[in-house]
């Protein structure tokens, strides 16, 4: 990695949304910065920040610090204690979450009242779904930067969906699939696969948000992704039309890649157990922080292959509990199968040479992370942008297997097929000539990410030019106070 030695200091200021798959990539991101000698703040709410703490802070010796604010949970009728998104009872509180979000706008604005010229920070980042920020940056004449913690192609299809009005007409069912206009791919798409804000386009709250964050992201300094030029060419450039200076920055967690340390077993019993597996034999199955996944569609045997299969905390019911003691299940599969409950070391074990395919529900942030671990994917979305991804892993990269989901997971149903999960672990773990050429494209692509974040890479000197335009900004910025 880059180390700018001789680069000015600034103090960034984040602003994450407070969900785990969020300030995952908001702290790497504050660690790369760290390492090129800048100073980070990072606006967290107490539980939060406990929870950040080992993994990302002052134990690395890095200029980072947690800046803890009340979050107003009760005020807005979350329950006690909840703090983060993937903490919530159910998705529907997802509007409650924001609005006890927005409401740190204030504290913040306080603490920043309270700090000298100098102490102020030189730059705020922030995620595309806090507007306010812009009244703060314009208040305390810093400048801003929106941080997607998505793609590039998920940015476009988006914007091109919205802006060619393509779901407005109402007489679209659900599920008949319609093309995207003006992408560098020909890519369909169907209302029910639309992330929340696309879906409920009829509503006047939900528009007048959207155009908030529009406008938001358009006024922002500069607008940094969470990915890398060369995954995704096209959509990089097309998007780089609509707002000012967009840069890839990633895959962010190679900037912190011996640090994810929480883990619900000890690390060393998944990855040593991994590195007595035969190279690339190996599924793993993880659907990552938020989902709630149903019992009826778990996967109740994977297939012949040795597998880990992650289930979540809040997944882990009774229910399933009581299914896994009468089939006797672990016992059933030992020393082929590891059950982890909980939160697992999910990119050291991507990393392992005995990983031969992810089953993944295709979070961004676990796509960048099979994608730099090399591997083909199975996918198998469920909400949110998950869909645009699985369309550029499968058809743009063409590194994956569909289970051939169509539509996100709502109520307890079955979605997919026990014989297509089979059909596709056996694509990518033994498909002859075609499998071949996917595992070849994958490693390639494993090795432009690595690449892209090293001293010269593209994302490297994206976020050198970042700290650039935060240093020119701050020149004029400062002619212009003496001047006041
Ligand atoms: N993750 C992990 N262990 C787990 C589950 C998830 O380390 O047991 C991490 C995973 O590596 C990724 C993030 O949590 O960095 C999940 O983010 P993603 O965008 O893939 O999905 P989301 O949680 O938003 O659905």
Same mark, same amino acid.
Request: proline content about 5%.
């Given at each position: 990695?880059?180390?700018?030695?001789?680069?000015?200091?600034?103090?960034?200021?984040? %602003?994450?949304?407070?969900?785990?798959?969020?300030?995952?990539?908001?702290?790497?991101?504050?660690?790369?910065?760290?390492?090129?000698?800048?100073?980070?703040? %990072? =606006?967290?709410?107490?539980?939060?920040?406990?929870?950040?703490? /080992?993994?990302?802070?002052?134990?690395?010796?890095?200029?980072?610090?947690? @800046?803890?604010?009340?979050?107003?949970?009760?005020?807005?009728?979350?329950?006690?204690?909840?703090?983060?998104?993937?903490? @919530?009872?159910?998705? /529907?509180?997802?509007?409650?979450?924001?609005?006890?979000?927005?409401?740190?706008?204030?504290?913040?604005?306080?603490?920043?009242?309270?700090?000298?010229?100098?102490?102020?920070?030189?730059?705020?980042?922030?995620?595309?779904?806090?507007?306010?920020?812009?009244?703060?940056?314009?208040?305390?004449?810093?400048?801003?930067?929106?941080?997607?913690?998505?793609?590039?192609?998920?940015?476009?299809?988006?914007?091109?969906?919205?802006?060619?009005?393509?779901?407005? #007409?109402?007489?679209?069912?659900?599920?008949?699939?319609?093309?995207?206009?003006?992408?560098?791919?020909?890519?369909?798409?169907?209302?029910?696969?639309?992330?929340?804000?696309?879906?409920?386009?009829?509503?006047?709250?939900?528009?007048?948000?959207?155009?908030?964050?529009?406008?938001?992201?358009?006024?922002?300094?500069?607008?940094?992704?969470?990915?890398?030029?060369?995954?995704?060419?096209?959509?990089?450039?097309?998007?780089?039309?609509?707002?000012?200076?967009?840069?890839?920055?990633?895959?962010?967690?190679?900037?912190?890649?011996?640090?994810?340390? #929480?883990?619900?077993?000890?690390?060393?019993?998944?990855?040593?157990?991994?590195?007595?597996?035969?190279?690339?034999?190996?599924?793993?199955?993880?659907?990552?922080?938020?989902?709630?996944?149903?019992?009826?569609?778990?996967?109740?045997?994977?297939?012949?292959?040795?597998?880990?299969?992650?289930?979540?905390?809040?997944?882990?019911?009774?229910?399933? /509990?009581?299914?896994?003691?009468?089939?006797?299940?672990?016992?059933?599969?030992?020393?082929?199968?590891?059950?982890?409950?909980?939160?697992?070391?999910?990119?050291?074990? @991507?990393?392992?040479?005995?990983?031969?395919?992810?089953?993944?529900?295709?979070?961004?942030?676990?796509?960048?992370?099979?994608? %730099?671990?090399?591997?083909?994917?199975?996918?198998?979305?469920?909400?949110?942008?998950?869909?645009?991804?699985?369309?550029?892993?499968?058809? =743009?990269?063409?590194?994956?297997?569909?289970?051939? =989901?169509?539509?996100?997971?709502?109520?307890?149903?079955?979605?997919?097929?026990?014989?297509?999960?089979?059909?596709?672990?056996?694509?990518? %773990?033994?498909?002859?000539?075609?499998? #071949? #050429?996917?595992?070849?494209?994958?490693?390639? @692509?494993?090795?432009?990410?690595?690449?892209? =974040?090293?001293?010269?890479?593209?994302?490297?000197?994206?976020?050198?030019?970042?700290?650039?335009?935060?240093?020119?900004?701050?020149?004029?910025?400062?002619?212009?106070?003496?001047?006041?």
């Amino acid at each position: 990695m880059a180390s700018l030695n001789q680069q000015p200091i600034h103090h960034f200021l984040f %602003i994450p949304l407070m969900t785990r798959s969020y300030l995952i990539p908001f702290t790497d991101l504050a660690k790369a910065l760290a390492h090129h000698g800048q100073q980070v703040t %990072i =606006v967290m709410t107490p539980l939060n920040a406990a929870r950040f703490s /080992d993994d990302y802070a002052i134990n690395f010796n890095l200029n980072i610090q947690f @800046l803890p604010l009340y979050f107003p949970a009760q005020v807005v009728g979350l329950p006690q204690g909840c703090e983060a998104m993937d903490s @919530l009872p159910s998705p /529907d509180m997802a509007t409650k979450f924001l609005q006890a979000s927005n409401m740190l706008q204030q504290p913040l604005e306080k603490w920043l009242q309270g700090l000298d010229s100098l102490s102020l920070p030189s730059c705020i980042i922030s995620d595309v779904c806090f507007p306010w920020t812009s009244i703060l940056a314009l208040k305390f004449n810093v400048s801003r930067v929106v941080f997607h913690t998505v793609s590039c192609f998920t940015l476009l299809c988006s914007h091109n969906i919205d802006h060619y009005k393509v779901f407005d #007409e109402r007489d679209k069912s659900d599920f008949e699939p319609v093309l995207v206009p003006d992408l560098p791919d020909r890519i369909e798409i169907t209302k029910a696969q639309l992330p929340f804000f696309g879906k409920n386009k009829a509503l006047d709250d939900s528009k007048k948000v959207l155009k908030q964050f529009k406008e938001a992201e358009a006024s922002a300094m500069a607008v940094v992704v969470n990915s890398f030029q060369e995954l995704e060419p096209g959509y990089v450039k097309a998007y780089q039309k609509f707002v000012n200076n967009l840069w890839c920055i990633g895959p962010l967690c190679l900037y912190n890649k011996t640090t994810r340390s #929480e883990a619900s077993i000890d690390d060393h019993e998944s990855l040593n157990w991994l590195d007595s597996q035969k190279p690339n034999s190996v599924i793993y199955v993880c659907f990552g922080s938020l989902c709630h996944i149903f019992d009826q569609q778990l996967i109740k045997e994977t297939s012949n292959c040795p597998f880990i299969w992650v289930i979540k905390e809040g997944s882990y019911t009774a229910e399933l /509990d009581k299914w896994f003691k009468e089939q006797n299940f672990e016992e059933r599969v030992k020393g082929r199968g590891l059950i982890i409950r909980g939160w697992a070391p999910q990119f050291q074990i @991507l990393s392992k040479p005995a990983i031969g395919g992810f089953i993944t529900h295709c979070g961004w942030n676990s796509t960048l992370e099979g994608i %730099i671990a090399g591997l083909p994917l199975i996918t198998w979305p469920m909400s949110n942008e998950q869909f645009y991804n699985e369309k550029l892993i499968v058809q =743009v990269v063409k590194i994956g297997v569909k289970t051939g =989901v169509e539509k996100p997971m709502k109520a307890p149903e079955v979605l997919v097929k026990k014989e297509e999960v089979l059909k596709a672990i056996k694509q990518v %773990i033994d498909g002859g000539e075609e499998g #071949e #050429e996917r595992k070849k494209r994958a490693r390639k @692509l494993g090795e432009m990410a690595k690449m892209a =974040v090293e001293n010269g890479g593209s994302s490297c000197s994206n976020l050198t030019s970042l700290i650039h335009l935060v240093s020119y900004f701050n020149q004029h910025r400062k002619r212009h106070l003496r001047h006041v």
